[in-house]
């Protein structure tokens, strides 16, 4: 081998060892970006109405009044058609306590719009029909909530209320919904009645 043919080769090596660390530096850009935007995530995931499946009862979430969601403090979004099959995932521990960072509830008066639940009002009425049938909203303000009691009967909660009426109402069984909701009624002054 010449002197020529082994500068060439070291030339060659180098230029190799250079597009290599191009290559190795756009992926670490690239994850970086993925792991930055997934943990940054801002606000609710939208529901994909008619797409999206309920995590709870595996049901195609379509009815833009009543669907909710869990965000971790990992970024995973847990989706669910109804205030229902939410406290029902709650309830059986899917996700700890302290490893949610969100909760999202559709607000009734303007379907397909997510609030935090902690700035929810929450009602029952048995003339409005959710997904499983317990005729659980959510509304962003106090005012649509006092109309929709004016115009449907029924009563105002809290969100542990909600949570409390799932489970004494013993929706368990995520497939189907309960045939309890009847027997489970909520006053807002007396808590939970059987």
Request: proline share 3%; charged share 25%.
């Amino acid at each position: 081998m010449t002197e020529i043919d082994a500068q060439r080769m070291v030339h060659r090596v180098a230029a190799g060892r250079r597009v290599l660390a191009a290559i190795g530096a756009g992926v670490l850009v690239f994850l970086a970006l993925i792991l930055f935007t997934s943990y940054e995530r801002v606000g609710p995931d939208p529901i994909r109405y008619g797409q999206d499946v309920g995590a709870y009862c595996g049901m195609i979430i379509t009815d833009k009044r009543y669907g909710t969601e869990i965000v971790s403090n990992r970024g995973k979004v847990y989706k669910f058609d109804s205030l229902e099959c939410l406290a029902g995932f709650l309830l059986e521990g899917e996700v700890a306590q302290e490893d949610i960072r969100d909760i999202w509830v559709t607000d009734f008066a303007n379907p397909g719009t997510l609030i935090s639940v902690e700035e929810a009002f929450f009602f029952q009425s048995p003339i409005l029909r959710s997904p499983m049938a317990a005729g659980l909203t959510a509304f962003a303000n106090r005012d649509d909530l006092e109309e929709a009691k004016a115009r449907y009967g029924g009563f105002e909660l809290g969100f542990d209320d909600v949570v409390n009426l799932v489970a004494k109402a013993g929706f368990r069984d995520h497939r189907q919904p309960s045939d309890r909701w009847e027997q489970v009624q909520f006053s807002s002054t007396q808590g939970a009645q059987q």
